[in-house]
């Protein structure tokens, strides 16, 4: 046969501003420009890539722009890209892939081979962690051809390796025709082993995500001939990143000591993390430190404090696993404090089996079911929204914030309205509302020695009455006022919109 050549490159994470940085976007940029430059130059059979193109769902115009004129370059010099999803681009329906391949851009891998000689590619597309058990191998039935060597590119993280969810050896034996190789991608670092007879491979990232990724960055380049498959790395040159250590002993001398060894190291046009350790006490300026990086040249300063472990620039993807954001996702939603409604729409606004069109229906019937099993019979609380009975005409919902519950050590229970509230709430709800909270206040009451009783028992009706009547006062000067603009043709003012996705 004849031998084919195939780079296998991944992880580009296009539009990523690491630290901020435009600079840092375009470094990125430029490392899979020059992954492209090298594919043409070697005159490669065909492009792998194995996932995160892009570092976000919702890449900008520049960056989608990029992509396109970097897979121009590609078509135009007769190399075809082949690629899949990965997390960090997964949208719930159409892909960005999707948008190439209707340009004839990209081929997007999956369950039907893609041939290249006696070679036959296939692709699986990121699968969240949670859903790997369930993953149906069935969808390669009937898949198989006459090809000599069968290629798997997936975008997750697998075992044998440490770090692994999925047992590549699990998904080798159940694919239903034999594997020879699989290029992966997720890890940033290039990996290389063996799983029964066939290859299994990261490519690593072309641009470093973090501060963990020392290793130079570098992509693979599969030989495939009569001898078999043989696998060969090649590094990507890439901005240099800069660690410099520093001991500080307590004393007026510590900013001086840094200064110094900052000055033994080229630093210029570099990512530079000065990393402190030494004694506790010792002050440090870290504003002072950064200002002292930029007039030496770097293009980003950063500290790493190990005495305290305060870090000056957000390192956030040594936090996140690359496997599953949304799982980061959820559990920063589960510290929010959502009521089981809330918990519930969320779930089904990013659950990937409901379409959009369909949210909304979904919502409804499943909040519907949720408010059927709710007991609204029972006594209202002071301290959450007021719900009007069913006989009390439609209204616009009070925000909790203009409604402030003031709950002493002893018990008692006042509920204060704002001017805005005494605006905004018809009057019969504000009588209601009085109603509930008297109701709450003399339920509590009784449950309260006899001199607690006395002290709620005298509450001035009069001075209730007072109140009543200047909220209402204030109410119908509002309403004349409403109809005064209404009549000279303005617009009455509008509710307040709450856009959902601000509290979720």
């Not at 404090?305 to 956030?316: H, K, P, S, Y």
């Not at 729409?345 to 659950?351: N, Y």
Request: with cysteine; proline share 4%.
């Amino acid at each position: 046969m004849d031998e084919i050549r195939i780079v296998h490159t991944g992880d580009t994470h296009l539009g990523y501003r690491q630290y901020h940085s435009d600079v840092r976007r375009q470094d990125f940029l430029n490392a899979f420009s020059t992954v492209v430059d090298d594919a043409i130059s070697m005159g490669a059979d065909a492009m792998v890539h194995a996932g995160d193109l892009f570092d976000s769902r919702n890449p900008t115009l520049d960056d989608i722009l990029d992509a396109m004129g970097l897979f121009s370059r590609l078509k135009s010099a007769g190399i075809p890209l082949l690629a899949i999803v990965g997390n960090h681009e997964s949208k719930q329906s159409t892909q960005w892939l999707d948008l190439y391949s209707s340009l004839g851009l990209v081929t997007h891998l999956g369950t039907e081979p893609y041939r290249l000689g006696e070679v036959a590619l296939y692709g699986i597309d990121s699968v969240p962690r949670t859903k790997i058990p369930l993953f149906d191998y069935s969808i390669f039935e009937g898949k198989a051809t006459d090809a000599r060597y069968n290629l798997l590119v997936m975008h997750q993280l697998v075992k044998p390796f440490s770090f692994g969810d999925w047992d590549i050896k699990d998904v080798i034996e159940s694919i239903p025709f034999d594997v020879h190789a699989v290029l992966l991608g997720d890890n940033h670092k290039n990996e290389v082993t063996t799983v029964g007879g066939a290859w299994v491979t990261y490519c690593g990232s072309t641009e470093r995500n973090s501060t963990s990724e020392r290793e130079p960055r570098s992509y693979n380049i599969f030989t495939i001939g009569e001898s078999g498959i043989e696998i060969s790395k090649r590094v990507i040159p890439t901005r240099e990143f800069v660690f410099i250590p520093v001991t500080i002993t307590e004393g007026p001398n510590a900013h001086e000591d840094i200064f110094s060894t900052i000055m033994e190291y080229d630093i210029a046009e570099k990512v530079v993390f000065v990393e402190i350790s030494g004694d506790v006490k010792a002050k440090l300026d870290f504003s002072e430190i950064e200002n002292f990086l930029l007039s030496r040249g770097a293009l980003v300063p950063g500290i790493k404090d190990l005495r305290t472990g305060v870090d000056t620039l957000d390192d956030a993807s040594l936090k996140v696993s690359f496997s599953d954001p949304d799982d980061v996702v959820k559990e920063e939603i589960k510290k929010m404090d959502l009521t089981a409604g809330g918990l519930l729409l969320d779930d089904i606004i990013r659950d990937p089996l409901i379409v959009k069109t369909k949210v909304d229906d979904e919502a409804e019937t499943k909040l519907g079911l949720l408010l059927e099993k709710i007991d609204f019979t029972e006594s209202v609380p002071g301290n959450i929204p007021y719900v009007p009975s069913a006989d009390v005409e439609e209204v616009e919902a009070v925000p909790l914030d203009k409604v402030d519950i003031v709950a002493d050590m002893d018990g008692s229970k006042e509920e204060i309205l704002s001017e805005n509230v005494a605006n905004e709430v018809p009057h019969a709800i504000v009588s209601e509302m009085s109603d509930v909270v008297a109701e709450n206040i003399t339920s509590k009451a009784s449950a309260e020695t006899p001199d607690e009783v006395k002290d709620v028992a005298d509450i001035s009706v009069a001075e209730d009455a007072e109140v009543n009547a200047e909220i209402s006062s204030e109410i119908k000067k509002d309403e004349k006022e409403s109809d005064h603009k209404d009549k000279k043709g303005q617009d009455s003012v509008k509710p307040r919109q709450y856009n959902l996705g601000d509290y979720l």
